[in-house]
């Protein structure tokens, strides 16, 4: 096995790392859960654990069965009916719910708005009917690139509640993306925004979509939301007629009544687009009943909801953490989910703290990748205001280095929050490795053990448990991604094919005698840059897309605060010379054809890349260059000579 080069915490430091964290007394005393005992209960009987959870939520008609599985099709809870944006919703509005805050919305140039269920349920509605206007029904794709606004959410609702499958694009990808995503869709209507606010600056997302819409032939509609007329003004909006449409045109005609459409518990609720070891990014396809019902127990359990909590999870809805753990899993709760626009240091690096001060956050939900940025801004950011309100911390997307966690702890958390590592992927569509707060003694970069009603393990390659190889998940899950859209055979090949009816999530991991998994990080061409899945290949296929380059090799190096960061090797066609511009113009064609989270950190050039005789080109010993190590062994390079020259170019400009 190839372990990656994890961020900062080095297996050697994880190695050393002794401390324990018990759930601190109060916490425990007062969780939903303080028994090990749970453990126990769903190991004893899965199906009956989560048909439990299942129970908690509303069915138009019940399951006959929890389970069919024949690996690697499953079907959950099939024969039952529900609606997600009902269990979301209309559930919450016969009891003391209905008029308290389900979203509390904050712009970054700090304009805010809240809604309460009764609201969110008002304009989730009257916006599923103008969906309906536009001809969308259940089944149809659509796609939506908006910027972090309460409309987001209500979008993804409202296609929940007639049965439409929404496909969210972040809004930092670019147009090429965005039309990628929506051709391999083919979406039906799009929803965008005149622009959004980042860092002061206002991105232009419509005018993105219209040039990503010059290559997309399914949209027939596109509704733009006005983020605000003064954004529309700066960004020039204009719509075409015939095929867009304002927004707020259109709901404020529609009726406040749409009866929520019954969908098969396995029929599909969403597709979102994740990166993988080709060049195409993989359409992740989840389902409704089985999807709700591990968003809704996961965010019960690991974040130990309540009622009187003010919950904020800094994803952007863009990927699958502001999907489960901004609006699915949450607002199943019954939560007050804080939602916020912008940039973490706008206008200055206090802006979370002030936003937890505000408005009184209990949890806060983050990725070490900030926790990293927090810890170089200093403390002095964080010690303007008043957090004494927080009670839990979580992390989620990739590894947390035991300095990092530690600072977590000590200047958020004030040493009395629990932290809980989740491990997790867009795949798994829900936590599936984490502590549960008021049970899970914890150590700083582990995420502990699975969450009840979870099976997971380490396998070699051959399928052996060993303390260190692949992690893998041994049994179904309700929340398991069901297939790729338009690829079940890369379904079947990228996730199942390494063991007989074994899911492999792609990451190396290791376990210790007390069994507590630590996820060291991708082990396929899999970058995380900044919590951020990036393959490698797509970068390599947007530098080769420029006419000055011949070949690329991407690879990750190690970042302090990134986690990992892009370094590209380039060799350039005949006639073309290296130089700094040069470097920088391929810097921003890769930005400019991805989305700047896939703006390479170093360019190097090459006149040749190391390859092995039969032509592959050597990630290892580019990945050892790029991070200043020894190059190891170069006996079945093609040249060895070539690395040799690349190290020295490379130590040359470093
Ligand atoms: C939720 C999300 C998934 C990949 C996954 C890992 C890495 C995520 C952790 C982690 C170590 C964690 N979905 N990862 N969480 N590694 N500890 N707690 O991030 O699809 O975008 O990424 O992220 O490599 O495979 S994702």
């Known amino acids: 096995m190839t372990l990656p080069p994890s961020p900062e915490a080095a297996l050697d430091d994880l190695l050393r790392e002794d401390r324990r964290f018990p759930p601190p007394t109060a916490f425990r005393d007062g969780a939903r859960v303080s028994d090990e005992a749970i453990y126990r209960e769903?190991?004893?009987?899965?199906?009956?654990?989560?048909?439990?959870?299942?129970?908690?939520?509303?069915?138009?008609?019940?399951?006959?069965?929890?389970?069919?599985?024949e690996a690697p099709r499953a079907r959950w809870f099939s024969g039952g009916e529900l609606n997600v944006a009902y269990n979301c919703l209309d559930r919450h509005l016969d009891g003391p719910r209905r008029n308290q805050a389900a979203l509390i919305w904050e712009g970054e140039p700090g304009d805010t708005r809240t809604y309460t269920y009764w609201d969110l349920h008002r304009e989730t509605s009257k916006f599923a009917n103008a969906l309906k206007g536009l001809g969308v029904g259940k089944g149809d794709r659509v796609a939506i690139y908006l910027p972090m606004v309460p409309e987001a959410a209500i979008a993804m609702l409202a296609c929940a509640r007639i049965g439409a499958i929404h496909s969210v694009v972040f809004g930092g990808f670019s147009p090429e993306s965005l039309a990628d995503r929506i051709n391999d869709a083919e979406a039906k209507v799009l929803i965008t925004a005149d622009g959004g606010y980042r860092r002061g600056n206002v991105v232009p997302l419509k005018?993105?979509?219209d040039q990503a819409l010059e290559r997309c032939s399914s949209i027939e509609h596109v509704v733009v939301v006005a983020r605000g007329w003064n954004i529309a003004r700066t960004t020039q909006t204009t719509l075409k007629p015939g095929r867009d449409l304002w927004y707020h045109d259109l709901v404020a005609e529609a009726s406040a009544d749409c009866p929520a459409e019954p969908m098969e518990s396995e029929e599909t609720l969403f597709i979102l687009y994740t990166s993988g070891t080709t060049g195409k990014p993989k359409g992740v396809v989840h389902s409704t009943g089985g999807y709700l019902t591990q968003v809704y127990a996961t965010t019960r359990l690991v974040f130990d909801l309540r009622d009187d909590d003010v919950y904020w999870c800094t994803a952007d809805v863009g990927w699958i953490t502001g999907h489960s753990y901004i609006v699915y899993g949450p607002l199943a709760n019954g939560a007050a989910v804080v939602m916020y626009e912008g940039a973490p240091d706008f206008p200055d690096r206090g802006r979370f703290w002030e936003i937890c001060e505000k408005y009184g956050v209990t949890i806060f939900y983050t990725a070490p990748t900030a926790i990293r940025a927090f810890m170089k801004w200093g403390e002095e950011w964080v010690g303007k205001s008043d957090l004494s309100r927080l009670r839990l911390l979580g992390t989620v997307g990739e590894p947390i280095n035991p300095e990092a966690w530690i600072w977590y702890h000590r200047v958020i958390g004030g040493e009395r929050c629990p932290i809980v590592d989740t491990w997790w992927q867009?795949?798994?569509g829900a936590i599936m490795i984490t502590p549960l707060p008021g049970v899970t003694e914890t150590r700083p970069g582990s995420a502990t053990r699975a969450f009840?009603?979870?099976?997971?393990?380490?396998?070699?390659?051959?399928?052996?448990?060993?303390?260190?190889?692949?992690?893998?998940?041994?049994?179904?899950?309700?929340s398991m991604l069901r297939t790729i859209w338009g690829d079940d055979t890369r379904f079947r090949e990228t996730y199942w094919s390494k063991w007989d009816g074994i899911y492999f999530p792609g990451d190396g991991a290791k376990r210790e005698e007390d069994g507590y998994f630590w996820v060291l990080g991708r082990v396929?061409?899999?970058?995380?840059?900044?919590?951020?899945?990036?393959?490698?290949?797509?970068?390599?296929?947007?530098?080769v897309d420029h006419p000055a380059v011949a070949e690329a090799a991407v690879v990750g190096k190690s970042h302090d605060v990134k986690g990992q960061a892009i370094a590209a090797f380039v060799t350039l066609k005949e006639g073309r010379q290296p130089s700094d511009e040069l470097a920088y113009t391929l810097k921003g064609h890769v930005a400019e054809k991805i989305g700047s989270i896939a703006r390479p950190e170093d360019i190097i050039f090459s006149a040749d890349l190391p390859k092995t005789r039969s032509g592959k080109i050597m990630r290892r010993l580019l990945r050892d260059i790029a991070e200043g190590k020894a190059l190891g062994d170069t006996t079945t390079l093609a040249d060895p000579d070539v690395v040799r020259r690349l190290k020295e170019r490379y130590e040359e400009g470093a």
Not at 42 to 64: I, N
Not at 452 to 472: D, K, M, N, Q, R
């Open 42 to 69: 769903a190991e004893a009987d899965p199906e009956a654990f989560w048909a439990r959870w299942a129970g908690e939520l509303h069915w138009f008609t019940p399951w006959t069965e929890v389970l069919e599985w």
């Open 524 to 543: 396929d061409d899999v970058l995380n840059v900044a919590g951020h899945r990036i393959g490698t290949m797509e970068v390599e296929s947007a530098l």
């Open 452 to 478: 009840p009603g979870i099976s997971a393990t380490i396998l070699s390659e051959t399928g052996e448990e060993v303390p260190a190889g692949y992690l893998a998940i041994t049994r179904p899950w309700p």
């Open 426 to 428: 867009t795949e798994t």
């Open 207 to 209: 005018r993105n979509a």
